[in-house]
Nanobody, 125 residues
Framework: QVQLVESGGGLVQAGGSQRLSCAAS????????MGWYRQAPGKQRELVASETSDGTTNYADSVKGRFTISRDTAKKTVSLQMNSLKPEDTAIYYC???????????????????WGQGTQVTVSS
């Protein structure tokens, strides 16, 4: 069973930087997209950044130019470098992987999703 373990997060002052990392354990038969989502209190979970297997990246407009995603498919890791943090970036950040998570997924060509447990990022003003 694939599990995602996140690290990083915590309290940072506005204008500061923070790096989140995520590592997948278990056998993955093919990774499509790796990325980060976040959920602030009272709001829906939203995409922050993602990267597909061909290297295409996608960022939320609110983080473009400040956040950078990087993935290492061979190591099954994905990181999020966050610079120029703002109080509105405060949220729980979730790592996400989409792909063939089991051999059955692979043989059926069915992609599934797995999520990390979430890590709190708090930006103080």
């Amino acid at each position: 069973q694939v599990q995602l373990v996140e690290s990083g997060g915590g309290l940072v002052q506005a204008g500061g930087s923070q790096r989140l990392s995520c590592a997948a354990s278990g056998i993955i038969f093919g990774i499509n997209t790796m990325g980060w989502y976040r959920q602030a209190p009272g709001k829906q979970r939203e995409l922050v950044a993602s990267e597909t297997s061909d290297g295409t990246t996608n960022y939320a407009d609110s983080v473009k130019g400040r956040f950078t995603i990087s993935r290492d498919t061979a190591k099954k890791t994905v990181s999020l470098q966050m610079n120029s943090l703002k109080p509105e970036d405060t949220a729980i950040y979730y790592c996400h992987v989409n792909g063939y998570l089991t051999y059955s997924d692979y043989t059926r060509r069915t992609k599934n999703d797995v999520w990390g447990q979430g890590t709190q990022v708090t930006v103080s003003s």
